[in-house]
């Protein structure tokens, strides 16, 4: 199999090369806005937190400046340009934009296709505005950003996989050098050692600044009540997930509790009616006690249409936050500073 797909990936690796090399030349124009962007983005497919990180450097930013996130919002079916609140229909923003305007309600969040649309539409309208982020922007050259962000998972980092289809990268590893800094992204291991290998590998190839991430789970909140659940102990848990990697969650979990059954999904999954209905028809089935449901705040924002049905369920989200070494914090702030 990998001898039919290598071609296919000579084949991307042309294409994706010859792009990028007509911006280096600038032969294709980047548009450079008098005001700080920060983008944050990876060079695979998908699953490398990019929006927990985005929401992590919002949050951190917020404190201090008045903040605008800029995301595609992946599988909507709204193509406009649309200004993102709180009680926006997920089909329309996506669950990524939503889910980071619910965690930061101070913020501005703006999705469409067209990112240099938005931007200006921020600078004429949203003068206050004194930073943008570009959630998933790395390969949208289009626009020139101040300080580029590479996420990429500490499990399988972009050095070690190979170009779509043959791997997950969507452009040549060497891209790396266009980034500012490198995060890997979701460590569990805590070893100097660990990184310590990272770090020689990546120096290979790279030879700016690396930082590294981890997740910190945090105690479930009821769907519909907003009720804290203070332990996941001993509970028998019908887990719910339409991520890209859901394999330390399940670790996690599994440490403290029994996942009865994961009810996996594709990553952006529009949950339908039927989807909820079969969820529901088997956790009625359990007769074990202590049995809630669980799903991710990402999930979380696409079930909440469905109240009428779950509303009187034991059905609760996870959220999540990023920590990173306060080094990084320190790089941010510094570029929105002098920028």
Not at 45 to 74: C, E, F, W
Not at 233 to 260: C, H, P, Q, R, V
Not at 314 to 325: A, L, R, S, T
Request: a positive charge.
């Amino acid at each position: 199999m990998k001898l039919l797909l290598a071609p296919l990936s000579l084949i991307v690796d042309f294409i994706t090369s010859i792009r990028n090399l007509l911006f280096d030349y600038q032969i294709l124009k980047s548009t450079k806005f008098n005001i700080p962007i920060i983008c944050v983005g990876n060079l695979s497919l998908g699953g490398s937190g990019k929006t927990p990180h985005v929401n992590y450097i919002a949050k951190k930013l917020n404190q201090m400046y008045d903040v605008a996130i800029i995301s595609r919002g992946y599988k909507r079916k709204n193509n406009n340009l649309l200004v993102v609140e709180k009680n926006s229909d997920v089909i329309d923003v996506g669950d990524e934009p939503l889910m980071l305007k619910k965690k930061n309600p101070e913020a501005l969040v703006i999705v469409s296709g067209n990112r240099k649309k938005a931007i200006n539409r921020v600078i004429k309208n949203k003068k206050n505005i004194d930073v943008i982020i570009l959630d998933d922007g790395y390969q949208h050259r289009w626009i020139k950003a101040g300080l580029n962000i590479l996420l990429t998972p500490s499990k399988k980092p972009f050095y070690d996989d190979y170009l779509f289809p043959l791997g997950e990268l969507r452009e040549n590893k060497k891209q790396c050098k266009r980034a500012d800094c490198i995060i890997f992204s979701n460590n569990i291991e805590k070893d100097e050692a660990y990184f310590d290998n990272i770090r020689t590998k990546l120096s290979l190839v790279y030879k700016k600044n690396s930082f590294f991430s981890s997740v910190i789970y945090n105690k479930p909140i009821h769907l519909f009540s907003n009720e804290i659940l203070n332990k996941l102990d001993d509970k028998n848990i019908i887990l719910i997930t339409g991520i890209a990697d859901s394999s330390n969650l399940e670790n996690y979990l599994n440490k403290k509790s029994n996942i009865d059954r994961h009810f996996k999904f594709k990553d952006h999954h529009n949950y339908t009616k039927n989807d909820v209905m079969n969820i529901l028809s088997y956790f009625k089935s359990i007769k074990k006690l202590k049995t809630l449901i669980l799903t991710t705040e990402k999930d979380s924002v696409k079930l909440l249409q469905f109240k009428g049905i779950l509303k009187d369920i034991e059905i609760f989200y996870i959220p999540i936050d990023i920590v990173i070494n306060e080094k990084f914090d320190e790089k941010l702030l510094n570029y929105v500073s002098t920028n």
